[in-house]
């Protein structure tokens, strides 16, 4: 399963690669984040900054290790994740637009594996892909909101 959503935002890319990559502050940013726990030490954003997140996803909260395996500031980063018989990464990159506008995309590509995986897939694998999808564009309206507001 593989899915990139963008978002046009009125704030610079300054702005926005300072949101995204403020792991401590998402939960406050992102609707959908109910919890969050670092799970490193480290004082700057960067490879390996790791933290568990819990979101509520069809109903039940689901509960994932996140770690950064790619910088390219203030460009890009990629999360990588595991969960049960899935495998998650994501991408966010930050294209300017212009001094006050910026494009935030955000993809994922997740692989199911084992037997659940499969079963997954099968059953309700459109579902998953429309609730997966919605996730990521409530994500870029939230950080558009809070950048934009921080913008002003």
Do not use: N
Request: aromatic share 4%; with cysteine; glycine share 6%.
């Amino acid at each position: 399963m593989q899915m990139t959503v963008s978002r046009d935002i009125a704030a610079s890319a300054a702005t926005v690669w300072a949101t995204i990559t403020d792991i401590d502050g998402s939960a406050q940013v992102l609707s959908g984040v109910e919890r969050l726990e670092r799970l490193d030490d480290r004082a700057t954003f960067g490879v390996g900054v790791r933290w568990r997140e819990t979101r509520v996803k069809l109903g039940g909260e689901s509960t994932e290790e996140l770690v950064v395996t790619e910088v390219e500031p203030p460009r890009s980063y990629t999360i990588r994740a595991e969960s049960a018989d899935t495998s998650y990464v994501s991408v966010l990159r930050v294209e300017p637009l212009g001094q006050h506008h910026c494009r935030l995309t955000k993809s994922l590509a997740a692989e199911l594996s084992g037997l659940l995986g499969r079963l997954l897939a099968a059953t309700v694998g459109r579902l998953l892909l429309r609730t997966s999808r919605e996730l990521l564009r409530q994500d870029l309206v939230d950080i558009a909101t809070h950048a934009e507001r921080a913008a002003r």
